[in-house]
């Protein structure tokens, strides 16, 4: 074990940031990564399995949000009430971080593989909403459906937060989008 | 050129789909795709990029039914509608090919970077029929959320087709399962 360095992740995912912008996600190496930081190579793999992880550690905290507010959502409540709460509660995690969120994307969209991940991620996101919808006794397709329905919100409405400036509040956001789908497939 | 070989692209797409399923996609090399099929390595290329696109080549006409069917839906049809008629019809031209399908499928679940592959595929097809809603008038969120929507219920009407036996008619699923949409959007 090394010694203890303060805030050695959040020091290593700007530095892994502002390399990928720099000179792209494939030509940064873990050596760059952690000299920038001021830190190890060893201190870099205690803290994320490859500099792919950098990008993608965030997830899993997204995933635990989703599952437990879909699980945690009052008992009467519609399945897509259910996702659309922990859609929007996701949105409050996510817009804390909104300049973060922009350079992650950027540096996404540039790299095919990145973007590949970034769509599994989101796959198995839905199909985690689909399941803890499952256990509360909601059958197929309908949790399937609704699962990718809270997805597809979330996709669609976190570009549009990302890519129209003054898009204050991701939430909001989401709200409007769940209504807005609600509207597309009723017909209207 | 080489000489005229009948039905060369079917013979090395069925000898690929055995291979992949016999030996595992990675271990599959296009020498052996080819050998199986009778034919040349030199014919394999003529007709695929390589061993992956043996998978994916289809999709390029199902993006194509997609688009036109969207574009062509009479003038005062719902997004959403346009859309349904859309995947419908390419739930006929899927259906025609069950057992193909259902064996690409296990090739696919099988290889973590195949199923990257199709998902990128798939927001591929949602993001093509949104812009055939946008060239049709239909704004954002609404072109976006609508493409995404016709996407969400392929995934789900076709899985279900390939892992229930006994579901005969695909472009039907794919009906019941827009119902089914609509219904859990509505909170029902």
Same mark, same amino acid.
Request: net charge negative.
């Given at each position: 074990?090394? !010694?203890?360095?303060?805030?050695?992740?959040?020091?290593?995912?700007?530095?892994?940031?502002? @390399?990928?912008? =720099?000179?792209?996600?494939?030509? &940064?190496?873990?050596?760059?990564?952690?000299?920038? &930081?001021? @830190?190890?190579? !060893?201190?870099?793999? !205690?803290?994320? &399995?490859?500099?792919?992880?950098?990008?993608?550690?965030?997830?899993?905290?997204?995933?635990? $949000? %989703?599952?437990?507010?879909?699980?945690?959502?009052?008992?009467? /409540? /519609?399945?897509?009430?259910?996702?659309?709460? /922990?859609?929007?509660?996701?949105?409050?995690?996510?817009?804390? #971080? #909104?300049?973060?969120?922009?350079?992650?994307?950027?540096?996404?969209?540039?790299?095919?593989? %990145?973007?590949?991940?970034?769509?599994?991620?989101?796959?198995? @996101?839905? =199909?985690?909403?689909?399941? &803890? @919808?499952?256990? !509360?006794?909601?059958?197929?397709?309908?949790?399937? $459906?609704?699962?990718?329905?809270?997805?597809?919100?979330?996709?669609?409405?976190? +570009?549009?937060? %990302?890519?129209?400036? +003054?898009?204050?509040?991701?939430?909001?956001?989401?709200? =409007?989008?769940?209504? =807005?789908?609600?509207?597309?497939?009723?017909?209207?």
């Amino acid at each position: 074990m090394g !010694r203890w360095e303060p805030n050695a992740r959040g020091r290593l995912e700007q530095a892994a940031m502002e @390399l990928f912008l =720099e000179r792209g996600f494939e030509q &940064a190496t873990v050596t760059e990564i952690a000299g920038r &930081a001021g @830190l190890t190579q !060893r201190t870099f793999f !205690r803290h994320f &399995a490859d500099k792919r992880e950098v990008l993608f550690y965030g997830q899993e905290m997204l995933r635990d $949000l %989703l599952v437990s507010a879909v699980a945690g959502a009052p008992e009467p /409540a /519609a399945p897509i009430d259910a996702v659309a709460d /922990a859609v929007v509660a996701a949105g409050g995690l996510l817009q804390e #971080r #909104r300049e973060y969120a922009r350079r992650r994307q950027i540096v996404i969209d540039a790299n095919p593989e %990145l973007r590949e991940r970034e769509l599994i991620k989101l796959a198995g @996101l839905a =199909e985690a909403m689909a399941d &803890a @919808l499952r256990k !509360r006794g909601v059958s197929d397709p309908a949790a399937s $459906l609704t699962g990718e329905a809270g997805i597809a919100v979330l996709k669609v409405a976190f +570009g549009r937060w %990302l890519s129209e400036p +003054g898009q204050p509040d991701l939430p909001q956001l989401m709200r =409007e989008s769940f209504s =807005e789908l609600k509207a597309v497939t009723a017909g209207q």
